[in-house]
């Protein structure tokens, strides 16, 4: 299997502190998602990165990646009560079905005001 | 640009009913795909359409569920004779037919409950 696993489960920060997520998966990879769920809401895309890129940057998000632990982090800066949500990494597979995302169970983050 | 348009957002149905769930894809996207979420769970990969082509139906199971995306409308996944285990989020995303990738456009999925 090839799932994404995100740690930790459920993080509680305060508003304006950096929270930081991190994704395992287990083989071979195009690209790895990371994507925001709202309570009862659908995803939203936030960053995607290429297996051949090590960080990239959006805003207040900074993703890396290490192919050779197969992980990934997600660090949002600064962060803000709004961001409380669901964050979900998804890998695409290298090969021919790369179209399909392989999901984590997600880390829930708690900002408090 | 409407993004993925998902109805109905909620659907509750007895055990041994049909649920038929839509999505429209974005503008220009020719491409669907249809996840499910379980709760407290990722979302798992169900199939892959394009215009009147099932690519890739690997996530289905092998009965009682259907997908389509014709030529005309909107895609819809049916779900005949559902049981309490279907009780889930479905959600539908798109993308353009030369994908890169940039990463799916979800919509908001729809809520069945089964009672």
């Known amino acids: 299997s090839q799932q994404g696993e995100e740690d930790p489960q459920a993080l509680s920060i305060q508003e304006g502190e950096n929270a930081t997520m991190n994704c395992s998966y287990k083989?071979?990879?195009?690209?790895l998602q990371w994507y925001r769920q709202n309570s009862g809401r659908g995803l939203v895309h936030l960053i995607l990165?290429?297996?051949?890129?090590r960080e990239k940057h959006s805003g207040r998000l900074r993703v890396t990646l290490d192919t050779s632990k197969k992980s990934s982090s997600l660090l949002i800066t600064a962060s803000r009560a709004a961001d409380t949500a669901s964050y979900f990494c998804?890998?695409?597979?290298?090969?021919?079905?790369?179209?399909?995302?392989?999901f984590g169970k997600g880390t829930l983050l708690t900002v408090n005001p | 640009n409407a993004g993925v348009m998902q109805n109905p957002r909620h659907l509750v149905r007895r055990r041994g009913q049909e649920a038929r769930l839509r999505c429209s894809p974005m503008?220009?996207?020719?491409?669907v795909y249809w996840y499910r979420q379980l709760p407290e769970e990722g979302l798992k990969f169900m199939v892959y359409?394009?215009?009147?082509?099932?690519?890739?139906e690997s996530g289905m199971p092998k009965e009682r569920f259907s997908a389509e995306f014709p030529k005309e409308g909107p895609s819809i996944l049916r779900i005949q004779q559902v049981v309490r285990g279907d009780s889930a989020a479905y959600f539908c995303?798109?993308?353009?037919?030369?994908?890169?990738?940039?990463?799916?456009?979800f919509g908001s999925g729809t809520r069945l409950t089964v009672v």
């Open positions: 083989t071979s990879i195009n690209n």
């Open positions: 990165i290429r297996s051949n890129e």
């Open positions: 995303a798109s993308s353009p037919p030369s994908s890169g990738h940039s990463g799916y456009t």
């Open positions: 359409l394009q215009k009147e082509n099932i690519i890739d």
């Open positions: 503008k220009g996207h020719s491409h």
């Open positions: 998804a890998t695409g597979y290298s090969g021919g079905s790369n179209y399909k995302l392989t």
